[in-house]
């Protein structure tokens, strides 16, 4: 009998590692267009009332966050981290977060030191709760990252992966992270207040294009984002690349391709500003499974 029980509470303990340590492959609609409109429009100025159904208030809290730049200082008042966030319809929230351990000057050539050692570079998206992540960090020479492909030379282990689910508190003008315990040794700390700048645009990087992949639909993308067996390179797309997909996107955008044993299997291209996602499959079938309007095919 006392073997039988400590059997059942290993079970119980594995199942409770795997489940916390665990993204699920969709995520359920966050917002509506309604309130994803009202919310674009509080952004520009223009506030109007969005409906109480929507909200989501808890001690100073509102959701879902007002789209923009949010940066963070260190003691010195020295800008070494932001996140741009992207508020979509019917998806949570997407940002992508750059972060450093930098204490030097706050300019044009203090910037270049984000791409330094250790430097971090996150897609994600995040619910009232926790965020979840794309990561890639800069330690060194060396390129480490959830998924081999685009220069990630050496994959993060889960272990890691599921420290950095931090929780995220959405305040009126800021976004603080946290999550509990030490910071995963060698990685720039991502804790910390990010305050809404009221002078810088937001935008989208290759990182917030992956994340957003990740919570679509697994019918619609046709792809197990966490299969071991694939490599996942996400990539700017620019100039003479972006031509062929010009008659679906309009100029530059995002490819995600998605490889297994180096022959490739699709192909999602979005463009900038997270507003379509189009997946172009090798066997020449083309799709678009995502559109802001609602519209699909």
């Known amino acids: 009998?006392?073997?039988?029980?400590?059997?059942?509470?290993?079970?119980?303990?594995?199942?409770?590692?795997?489940?916390?340590?665990?993204?699920?492959?969709?995520?359920?609609?966050?917002?509506?267009?309604?309130?994803?409109?009202?919310?674009?429009?509080?952004?520009?100025?223009?506030?109007?009332?969005?409906?109480?159904?929507?909200?989501?208030?808890?001690?100073?809290?509102?959701?879902?966050?007002?789209?923009?730049?949010?940066?963070?200082?260190?003691?010195?008042?020295?800008?070494?981290?932001?996140?741009?966030?992207?508020?979509?319809?019917?998806?949570?929230?997407?940002?992508?977060?750059?972060?450093?351990?930098?204490?030097?000057?706050?300019?044009?050539?203090?910037?270049?030191?984000?791409?330094?050692?250790?430097?971090?570079?996150?897609?994600?998206?995040?619910?009232?709760?926790?965020?979840?992540?794309a990561p890639r960090f800069v330690i060194g020479g060396k390129t480490v990252g959830m998924y081999r492909g685009n220069g990630v030379r050496e994959a993060l282990s889960y272990e890691t992966i599921s420290r950095l689910l931090g929780s995220v508190t959405s305040l009126k003008d800021r976004i603080i992270i946290d999550f509990r315990g030490e910071n995963p040794k060698g990685l720039p700390d991502i804790r910390g207040e990010y305050v809404l700048s009221k002078n810088d645009r937001p935008f989208a990087d290759e990182y917030s294009v992956y994340a957003m992949l990740e919570f679509l639909p697994r019918n619609e993308t046709k792809t197990d984002f966490f299969d071991k067996t694939l490599q996942i390179k996400p990539e700017a797309l620019t100039g003479s690349n972006a031509a062929p997909y010009r008659h679906w996107i309009g100029d530059f955008g995002y490819a995600v391709k998605v490889y297994q044993n180096g022959s490739l299997l699709r192909t999602f291209i979005v463009p900038k500003d997270l507003s379509a996602v189009y997946r172009f499959d090798s066997n020449g079938n083309n799709v678009m499974i995502y559109n802001i309007d609602g519209s699909k095919g």
């Open 1 to 133: 009998m006392k073997k039988m029980s400590q059997l059942l509470l290993a079970v119980l303990c594995i199942a409770f590692y795997v489940f916390a340590g665990t993204k699920p492959a969709t995520a359920a609609p966050a917002i509506s267009r309604e309130t994803y409109q009202n919310r674009q429009a509080q952004a520009s100025g223009d506030i109007k009332q969005w409906p109480i159904a929507q909200m989501y208030h808890n001690n100073g809290e509102e959701w879902p966050p007002v789209p923009g730049k949010y940066v963070r200082t260190n003691a010195n008042g020295l800008v070494n981290a932001y996140i741009n966030l992207t508020l979509l319809p019917d998806q949570w929230p997407v940002i992508n977060l750059h972060a450093c351990d930098y204490d030097g000057p706050n300019n044009e050539h203090g910037w270049e030191a984000l791409d330094t050692n250790p430097g971090v570079w996150l897609g994600g998206t995040i619910t009232p709760a926790q965020m979840g992540l």
